[in-house]
Nanobody
Framework: QVHPVESGGGLVQAGGSLRLTCAAS????????VGWFRQAPGKEREFVAG????????AYAGSVKGRFTVSRDNAKNTVYLQMNSLKPEDTAVYSC????????????????????WGQGTQVTVSS
């Protein structure tokens, strides 16, 4: 099994930046796409960004496109989410998850396609 672990969350002012890290413990996830999702209080969990197994394909929600960048280092078994120009509406618990299908060429946005989930890291953006 893969156990993703998120880190890097915190409190930041609007306009600031944070970099989240998703590290795998247990089995490697270098053969699988990894997605970032977030859930704000009172709202459903939503797809934020994802990267396929090789790093050659990425996908973003419209609300973060141009501000967030997802990347991965398979040698370190790690995926990153660089978040710039943060807004108060980005406040949420951010979780990473591993695609259940290895070597999928595309990034899927459906939560049902992700098998292993981390516990999440809180991101709070103050106005």
């Amino acid at each position: 099994q893969v156990h993703p672990v998120e880190s890097g969350g915190g409190l930041v002012q609007a306009g600031g930046s944070l970099r989240l890290t998703c590290a795998a413990s247990g089995r490697t996830f270098s053969t699988n796409a990894v997605g970032w999702f977030r859930q704000a209080p009172g709202k459903e969990r939503e797809f934020v960004a994802g990267i396929n197994w090789s790093g050659g394909k990425t996908a973003y929600a419209g609300s973060v496109k141009g501000r967030f960048t997802v990347s991965r280092d398979n040698a370190k078994n790690t995926v990153y989410l660089q978040m710039n120009s943060l807004k108060p509406e980005d406040t949420a618990v951010y979780s990473c998850a591993v695609d259940r299908v290895p070597f999928r060429a595309i990034v899927v946005i459906s939560q049902n396609e992700y098998e292993y989930w981390g516990q999440g890291t809180q991101v709070t953006v103050s106005s």
